[in-house]
């Protein structure tokens, strides 16, 4: 149980274009997921915190209106990377917890979406 | 302040030879959640086990143990008998701040583990 999935896997998009992540909790409701962010060889930098029904909370520097999050359903959310520009070329990894009782609120994370911008 | 530190950037171990890998955090929170993720190559993030700071033993989860020192603020990862599968990044993460709702994990900067046969 406890799986997370992203999609896509991986893509390749020109500079300028939109790009739209999603990442949906399979076997469990979900009403946070979390995105992060990995440069090659770095760790996972936290970039916003989705809330179904409600607006995301972003960290300190990351643009909310570059990085649009929609969290439309306990199971799903969805990260758009407007106008993408090569510096926003990563590993976009989201995650979410099953709040499971008495448990550590263990996060599952997705396999991860490769972002290449040209 | 680095919240979470592991100092390893790289280590070595022999298969079926067990290995320790350091985190330290920094916390002023009483309340709060230690985990150890696993990274291949593959991107995925796997979780391995977690430590509860008001945990009184140590967590184990098969061959992966938690040695957790509290007045030391230490969450070394202890694998036991490595396999060549065990071979990857591994990344201590803490949750804290939970008295304001923060779930969000805070992760150090991993260690590259490579067994080699």
């Known amino acids: 149980g406890a799986v997370v999935s992203q999609h896509p896997s991986w893509v390749i998009c020109k500079s300028g274009t939109s790009v739209k992540i999603e990442c949906r909790s399979l076997d469990f409701q979900a009403t946070t997921m979390f995105w992060y962010r990995q440069f090659p060889k770095q760790s996972l930098m936290l970039m916003a915190t989705s809330n179904e029904g409600s607006k995301a909370t972003y960290e300190q520097g990351v643009e909310k209106d570059k990085f649009l999050i929609n969290h439309a359903s306990l199971t799903l959310s969805t990260l758009t990377v407007t106008s993408a520009h090569p510096e926003d070329s990563s590993f976009y990894i989201c995650s979410a917890s099953p709040r499971l009782a008495g448990g550590g609120d263990t996060q599952y994370f997705g396999p991860g979406t490769r972002l290449t911008v040209l | 302040a680095q919240k979470i530190t592991q100092t390893q950037p790289g280590m070595f171990v022999q298969e079926k030879e067990a290995v320790t890998l350091d985190c330290t955090y920094d916390?002023?929170?009483?309340?709060?959640?230690l985990f150890w993720y696993k990274q291949p190559s593959s991107g995925e993030m796997i979780f391995l086990i977690y430590?509860?700071?008001?945990?009184?033993q140590n967590a184990t989860e098969g061959r992966y143990s938690l040695n957790f020192q509290k007045a030391r603020k230490s969450a070394n990862l202890v694998i036991s008998a490595s396999q060549l599968g065990d071979s990857a990044m591994y990344f201590c993460a803490m949750r804290d701040r939970l008295d304001t709702g923060r779930r969000a994990l805070t992760f150090g900067s991993g260690t590259r583990l490579q067994v080699q046969p």
């Open positions: 430590q509860g700071s008001y945990d009184e």
């Open positions: 916390t002023s929170d009483q309340s709060y959640g």
